[in-house]
């Protein structure tokens, strides 16, 4: 059986996040916005921004907002393991509460995950399980031809299949017959915006409970 206690709010405080990006951070923007002055002012502040690609403009939206940011990229290290042990320390450096994962393009190896000190969340362009396990989420709904699809924000665990973690919120979007890959992509980002603040606000403000693999959230 696992143990999900780690996945639960720990205390009341202003919770820190940390958020791993790898390009355009729209997510990450949403998340700002929201510590700024919306769902989450006064729940918790952005203290951490990573990314494993130098210059991306996800970096550079934190930096307009003054958050710290490292760029820690797989040149930079011996082997993908050690580069992402350099993550969880910086995270544990940093002491973090949350870690968010908004369009970050790698997998994290189960030991390395084991090692994190916080709680990771994830936002994925789908309704998991269907269309997991990639970056092509949108284009392969498309091509299968459901009618509805969405985003998912769930917990990530070493324990658990590539965005196969527990669920915490899932949106529906409808597919229209007009729809390409860039119009339907549209839509979903509007509500994987919506839906990662809204996540986040519920675990920060402890109303999140986590029984086995379900996620009940008080809204
Ligand atoms: C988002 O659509 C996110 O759901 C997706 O990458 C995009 C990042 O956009 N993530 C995945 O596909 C992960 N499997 P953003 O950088 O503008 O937040």
């Known amino acids: 059986m696992q143990d999900n206690s780690k996945l639960k709010t720990q205390n009341s405080k202003l919770k820190k996040l940390a958020v791993l990006v790898s390009g355009r951070g ?4 949403a998340l700002l916005a929201a510590c700024a002055g919306g769902e989450l002012a006064g729940l918790a502040t952005v203290t951490l921004v990573i990314s494993n690609h130098p210059d991306v403009p996800a970096q550079a939206r934190a930096e307009e907002a003054g958050v710290p940011t490292l760029t820690i990229a797989r040149a930079g290290y ?11 320390t910086a995270l544990r450096e940093a002491g973090v509460d949350l870690v968010v994962t908004a ?3 790698r997998i994290f190896d189960p030991a390395v995950l084991r090692e994190f000190s916080a709680p990771v969340m994830n936002i994925h362009p789908s309704l998991l399980p ?8 949108i284009g392969d709904a498309l091509a299968y031809g459901v009618k509805l ?4 924000v769930h917990f990530i665990t070493a324990d658990d299949a590539v965005d196969g973690g527990p669920i915490i919120a899932q949106a529906a979007v409808p597919v229209r017959d007009d729809d390409n890959e860039a119009t339907l992509a549209a839509r979903v980002l509007a509500e994987e915006h919506r839906l990662l603040v809204q996540a986040v606000a519920c675990w920060c403000a402890g109303r999140i409970r986590v029984d086995g693999r379900r996620v009940l959230l008080q809204i």
């Open 26 to 29: 729209s997510n990450l923007q």
């Open 149 to 152: 699809t969405g985003c998912t």
């Open 103 to 105: 369009g970050f393009d």
């Open 78 to 88: 011996a082997s993908k393991l050690a580069q992402q042990q350099a993550i969880a």
């Open 130 to 137: 269907a269309f997991g396990g990639g970056l092509h989420a």
